[in-house]
């Protein structure tokens, strides 16, 4: 029985997302942070962990950003992509709603909401929004804002669901385990990586330019700032494509010999499904005609 | 007497920034959030605003980057780089800490230390850094994690300053107004622009050319996707020297030619004050020939 | 009357060139060489020179290329360019044909028809085609491969016209003067400019990203070592479009920047009037705005 | 004992660039001209053929670019430069030289030498330079302008050697075969290869590019007019390094990918045996990691 840490408590939106990674009899540890998630799975405590890595209206998630390039590495083996909409939990019976709980980037999220159906209610901040549906269960606030598999862990009544001030707001998030394993290739995947640059002027722009003249689509650039020099940055990459295909295992050699260091951070089906147009034909023919060049076999 | 609209409550490291930029005289005027402190400038009511752009450990402030693009243009006119050293306050007497309250993500910020030397205390979420130092002022909680200027707004002392698990993490503030104003070009500069891309294989790769080929430092890039067409994205670009220099106002234009729109966030002096290495006299020179050419002057 | 040197005898193909650029009333004044052409109109003795810059089979015409750079500018002001059609001359009344003069190039250039029409005559190599139709006129050989003006020049007959083994062979001339007068834009231009480029890694691939990235169209590159330092290049480059666009005009201050040495070698029609697509909207746009960024009328 | 053809006839540079390939009992077999050189090597008539490829003066030679793509594929094996100094040949016993007799390239490379040194002989037009020594020894003229090597195939003296106006002129000469034997790397090599590009903008400069983001350095570069579509174009690139080698490989295969058409001219031993610094190990490195990483090894 496969066992995921993912980044909970019970309840959150991360738990949803391992819950959809849908392994069979997997067994679900929440553990308290997102380094905490990863550290399990490097440790052997657990076989995968499942971390949140982007928000569209947040943007990256730092902790994930750091906790990947510290410490051994881990690869995505999938992602999936999970509606932001909360469901606003009380106990079953609830008249009036004084006091509304959750976390403040959840409440930020549903402030619209809030004004329009509950005007007169104080939003109170939570750690989590999990915490905050145990709070409402044990009295202490009269309504959570929660992910909506929250109600599942908690014997609260759903007052509203699908509720989001910005209607197609979208957490995106991978399901990681050691090196050893790289799901095959489906004609529609995602490959991450992790490139430490060295300090140098336009940089960047080579990298990029190597993926353009390859004809890689850039799905997400992420730069952060490396905690050791100055002006050195990592860049957080992801583009369309598996190792596996010819186009992209060359396009990453290219990054490696540009980069002080790089981490590969996973090949993998792209949740949407939708498949990139890739070149590997092209790819191949060049390196067969080079073998032949080799040995004298072509002009 | 200028007025300056900042992300509050009082005693804030955005307030913190306010007093950094050192108006004389200016009025600071707090705001609930980042989006209203730019509205309030952008509306009249205040000359101008000062927010939190980018932090070192959390990366750039998505509020920022959102609003900043939203609405009428504004300009940055200053940036200052506070350190991320938090004070722990308490009323005058406590002897013993059993509850620390913070903003969720100061109490990440100083958990390793609260783990040496407050081992035994419950950490309680608030709002802000700000209402935790409230909350310990009117006795609800012992002790707040706190900007170090909180304690100039409430009858507390400092149980300890200069709290930080990131030693040198730091948020860069920027002031902003209403275009009309343009700092004079001091030879440490930044100039950032904010760039929508068409969604085009490539695309980001070509803008960061014409960067590098004009020799132009990037010093910082952030992506965020547009909420309106998939695939098409936002680039927020800082890079150095000031448009006034031929270098720079080349660089900028040539950026305007790829993107589907552009927007100048300002020119302004580092905060670090050290001289960007600029070529502008081979920009005049070039400028300078080609006029010559243009009237037949020489081949 | 406009003076008018170009590489002669009189007819020579450079001669029908010279007509060919109808210029009202013009003398035609030959010289031997391509320098002494370029030479006289430095000197003021013509106001024009006209010269044969690049051959279809031949390619570039050294010593055109090298004397354009040698001495003062000389900026071309327009093209032509013609079918590579030889005439052979005969003397009246020729019976039979045992020798065929020419310039050794005119004879291979007509190596397979000689081979149809005329297997049983000797080959003879005189120093120029013009030289051949004169050593015919004299009695000293049969039959010369001259260019077809220089019947004009000659009590010759035309034995064949338009002879030549590749059917699509030209030659393009350039009409060369002082700087001091350009060309009005026509909408089908031509811009020529030679660059020396300083011995780096990657400069050409750099001054052709330069013309990629404006959408300019590369129509000609021609590199010859310079005479100097070893390593080091000249670049000829022609490219679509006139100096007084501002597209070309900010492409050329492009290539300025890096290189050594620059030299405008003129912007005129192009022999074949086809429209270039330019983008020069886009280039004042751009100008525009940044310039509106500076006077702080815009974000 | 190979046979090698060459650019005839007996006494030119050909032949005495074909005696410094210094094959040990070579027989030489003077051709007509450049594509019949190839065409006895391509029929298998000679093992080898010895033809000019560039003249620092005039250029690269078009007969030679042009038949090096034309038929079936022939590559490089070695190459040679011959500084172009010519000797002053005579019959024994000449007192008065009246007539000097070159062909008209060589004239015009002498022509100063000649004003200075005899500056009352006519200069007359041969079809080569050797044929130039035979009428001389035959007594038809007084004195021939001939490539040192002339000498030993005419009862001739020399009046003077190591003649040239441009001191440094020298051409470079290609030892040509069929593909089935590649050269052992030396660390100081040269490759050449012919790219037909489609017709797209900027298609040169991604060329160029791929070169220059792998630090591969461009020896030579010569563009001509394909004979079919307008605005195809061929380039002939030389660059430093073997095909052997993990970086020019991996640059081959790129500029495999970006052309219509394409073929490998040969990987040598550079003339002057300058090592060429390269960086062979990066290309491993990336290549070892990227296997790593498709076999689950590492992140």
Redesign the interface.
Known sequence: MPRIAYFGPQGTFTEQAALAFALEDAELVPVDTVPLALAATRRGDTDFCCVPVEN?????V?AT?DALVTG????AVAETVLPVHFSILVRPGTNEIKTVAS??HALAQVREWLGEHLPHAT?I???STASAAKSVANGEFDAAVSAPVAVSHYPLSEFATEVAD?ADARTRFLLLRK????PAPTGADRTSVCVTTPDR??V???L???????????T??????T?GKLGEYRFYIDLEGH??EPQV??A???L???SRE?????SYPKADHEPAPM?NA??T???T??EA??K????
């Open positions: 569209s209206v947040e943007g990256a730092p950003m051994d590495p881990l690869v976390h403040p939003p901040a939570t750690a910005v090196p050893g394993f790289l002027m336009g960047l722009a080579e990029l330019t190597e993926l353009r003249l390859r004809g890689i689509n850039l997400g650039l992420e730069s952060r700032p905690k190792v596996a295992g060359d990453l050699a290219a490696h010999r540009h790089i981490r590969f951070l996973g070149h092209e790819f023919a060049a390196t005609w080079v060049v080799r004298g076999e072509t002009g």
